[in-house]
């Protein structure tokens, strides 16, 4: 069996439009479906999205609507360095602690919704950070100085 597409100039501007229109949701392709784990800090067990590429780190928390209460996205990076963040089209407010190649915690900060202006960095050489909503880390009493368990494939950046 064949199928015909009509080649008329209706149909041939449909599908420019088309096409325009999917190449442009491709260049914004954020939310991506990302590996999923856990952590623990101080007995409390967090689900998390593993952003290890990227492509992953780049769209983070980014063109979501919301984010449960209860779980967060742990970035992964080949080796510690400053890390910088921003909150460009994310649109909630979040928590994120940068950690040490240790897990140690080095700092936790807030992060307001829908701006470009603020930069949230590591006041360290970082390997890891975890973004969660926010509040979470004074809700579960987690501070400076805390350290995150890992599963062994997370905490060496297995893909």
């Not at 983070?60 to 779980?71: M, Q, V, Y």
Request: hydrophobic residues 45%.
């Amino acid at each position: 069996m064949r199928f015909f597409l009509p080649m008329t100039k209706g149909f041939l501007s449909a599908a420019v439009v088309f096409v325009t229109v999917a190449l442009s949701i491709g260049v914004e392709a954020c939310p991506l479906l990302l590996p999923f784990s856990n952590v623990t800090v101080n007995g409390v067990k967090l689900p998390v999205e593993i952003a290890s590429t990227p492509a992953a780190q780049m769209c983070g928390l980014s063109h979501r609507k919301t984010f449960p209460e209860d779980r967060g996205m742990l970035f992964i990076y080949p080796e510690s360095r400053s890390l910088e963040f921003w909150m460009k089209d994310t649109e909630f407010p979040l928590s994120i602690a940068f950690l040490d190649y240790t897990g140690r915690i080095l700092s936790i900060q807030d992060m307001d919704p829908m701006q470009t202006e603020a930069r949230y960095r590591s006041p360290a050489p970082a390997k890891y950070a975890i973004e969660v909503s926010k509040g979470w880390f004074a809700r579960h009493r987690i501070k400076v100085g805390d350290m995150v368990e890992f599963n062994q494939s997370d905490k060496y950046g297995a893909r």
